[in-house]
């Protein structure tokens, strides 16, 4: 199991081989990786890692949330010019 501490967004891109990855709490966080696992691995460690830089900045860090969501989606498409 994958324990977060702030919720997080993967989103497939147009390339198969690629996600995106985000939180929505954690202002100034992403990613990528290569598969929903990665992102997940990657996530757990980024936010560790973007919480110490915060800190080390003396930047507010939010507050840590109960209620973690993880959320996996599409790339976002635009819509067709008419």
């Known amino acids: 199991m994958i324990n977060l501490k702030y919720s997080l967004v993967i ?4 390339d198969p081989s690629f996600f ?3 939180s929505p709490d954690l202002e100034g966080f992403s990613g990528v990786g290569h598969s929903i696992e990665d992102c997940l691995y990657k996530a757990k460690w980024g936010m560790e890692e973007h919480i110490a830089l915060l800190k080390e900045r003396g930047l507010p860090v939010p507050e840590l949330r109960r209620d973690v969501t993880i ?4 790339e976002k ?3 067709p010019a008419n």
């Open 11 to 14: 989103e497939a891109t147009e």
């Open 20 to 22: 995106a990855f985000y």
């Open 71 to 74: 959320t996996i989606k599409n």
């Open 77 to 79: 498409r635009l819509a």
